[in-house]
C-alpha cells in the first residue's frame, strides 16, 4: 500500500512538472517579443569562365592570342568575365594558367560599382603543347585576389587540348587566313629541299625577286624556281596520302593539316599539306606566296614578281604523279571552273601583318 502511494505519487509530480514547463513555455511566447531578421547578404562579385572554342583549346589560335599585348587581343585562350553588383570600385588581380601545359598569365582588374569587365587571358604554352599531336584533356586554373590581399576565388573547370596540326576553319573559312601558321619557311627540311632545289636551275641560284630586273624576266625566273622546287621535292618520292581526319568536335569546319616538317620526313602529302610546304618554299626565299583554297581543293599560288597582280598557281597535290607543266595547267584548269565567290586565297604577307606567325 506504501509503494502504491509512493509510486502515484510520482506520477503525478512528473505530470505536474510537464503542465508547468508548458506554462511557462506559453508564457515566454506571449511576451510579444520580435526576434531580429536574419542579416542580409551583401552583394558580392560574380565570375564567369569560358575557354576555347566550346572548352576546346587549338594551339594555332592560343600562339597567335600569345604573342599579342593584352590590350590588343580579340579573342583569347580564356576569357574571365567579372560581375560587380556592390556599390564600392574593385581592384582584383586575375591567374590563368594550364598546370603542365602553360605559364602563368596574370592581369590587374578594375571594375566600377555596377560594372562588367571581361579579361582575355592566354598564357605561353610549353614546348610539349606544340608537339601534342592527339586531342587530350587537360584543367584551366583561374584565380581571384584581392591586389596585395587573400585569394577571393578560385576555380578549374576542364579543357581539351586540340591537336597542334589541328585548324579550325570556321564557318564559310572564316578563319582561313590561320594557315598561315603552317607556312615555316626556316623550318631545316624546307631550307634541305631548296640546296636541292638550286641545282635544278641552271645557273645553281635561288634568288626569289631580283627588282632591277624587268618584270617579264622576273617572271621567267620565278617559273624556273618554282620548276626546280618542284622537281626536287618530286625527286624524294612525295605521294599523296588524305590523313585530314582529327578527333573533337565542329568536324565539319575542321581538319588536321600537317607541317611541313611532317610532310618532308614521311614524303606524303594531301593538298592542303602540300599547299603550305611549298608557299614555305616560297617565303623562305623572299617571295609572296599564297594558298588557294577552292570547294575540295587547295592549291599555292606565288606572284610572279614582287607586287605583281598575277599569280603562278601550281596544284602540287600532284608534285608526285606529273610534271611541273601538267601541275600548272591542273591548277589552271581547275581555278577556271570555280565562281570567283568560292575561292579562299591567302596571302601569306598580309596574314603576318596581322601577326599570323608559324607556329612554334
Request: overall charge negative; hydrophobic content about 40%; proline content about 6%.
Amino acid at each position: 500500500m506504501l509503494l502504491r502511494q509512493f509510486g502515484s505519487g510520482i506520477r503525478w509530480s512528473v505530470l505536474a512538472a510537464a503542465l508547468a514547463a508548458t506554462a511557462a513555455f506559453a508564457g515566454e511566447t506571449d511576451k510579444g517579443e520580435v526576434r531580429p531578421p536574419a542579416p542580409v547578404r551583401a552583394p558580392e562579385p560574380s565570375y564567369k569562365i569560358q575557354a576555347g572554342i566550346d572548352g576546346e583549346i587549338y594551339p594555332v589560335f592560343a600562339n597567335y592570342a600569345s604573342l599579342q599585348s593584352q590590350n590588343e587581343r580579340t579573342f583569347g585562350t580564356v576569357a574571365v568575365t567579372i560581375s560587380n553588383p556592390t556599390p564600392a570600385l574593385i581592384r582584383q588581380h586575375v591567374t590563368v594558367s594550364i598546370p603542365g601545359w602553360s605559364d602563368q598569365e596574370i592581369q590587374v582588374a578594375e571594375i566600377k560599382p555596377g560594372g562588367e569587365r571581361t579579361l582575355l587571358f592566354s598564357p605561353s604554352f610549353l614546348p610539349r603543347f606544340y608537339r601534342n599531336y592527339e586531342i587530350t584533356a587537360a584543367t584551366a586554373k583561374v584565380t581571384v585576389g584581392e591586389l596585395g590581399g587573400q585569394t577571393e576565388y578560385e576555380t578549374t573547370i576542364p579543357v581539351r587540348l586540340r591537336s597542334a596540326e589541328d585548324i579550325y576553319w570556321g564557318a564559310n573559312f572564316k578563319y582561313a587566313s590561320f594557315i598561315a601558321s603552317w607556312v615555316t619557311p626556316h623550318d631545316s627540311l624546307v631550307e634541305d629541299v631548296l640546296a636541292d632545289a638550286r641545282l635544278n636551275t641552271p645557273d645553281h641560284r635561288m634568288p626569289g625577286y631580283e627588282n632591277w630586273k624587268s618584270p617579264t624576266q622576273q617572271e621567267q625566273e620565278t617559273y624556273i624556281q618554282a620548276r626546280a622546287i618542284f622537281n626536287a621535292v618530286k625527286a624524294l618520292g612525295l605521294s599523296y596520302v588524305k590523313s585530314s581526319m582529327t578527333l573533337g568536335d565542329h568536324k565539319s569546319v575542321s581538319e588536321r593539316v600537317r607541317m611541313p616538317h611532317a610532310s618532308l620526313g614521311l614524303t606524303s602529302a594531301n593538298c592542303i599539306d602540300a599547299a603550305v610546304m611549298y608557299a614555305s618554299f616560297f617565303e623562305n626565299l623572299g617571295m609572296q606566296p599564297s594558298v588557294v583554297i577552292v570547294p575540295g581543293h587547295a592549291y599555292v599560288g606565288v606572284r610572279v614578281a614582287e607586287g605583281s597582280e598575277k599569280l603562278l598557281f601550281i596544284d602540287v597535290a600532284l608534285t608526285g604523279r606529273t610534271t611541273f607543266e601538267g601541275a600548272v595547267a591542273s591548277a589552271r584548269a581547275g581555278m577556271a571552273k570555280q565562281p570567283e565567290a568560292s575561292v579562299t586565297e591567302v596571302n601569306i604577307e598580309a596574314s603576318r601583318s596581322t601577326g599570323i606567325y608559324p607556329m612554334p
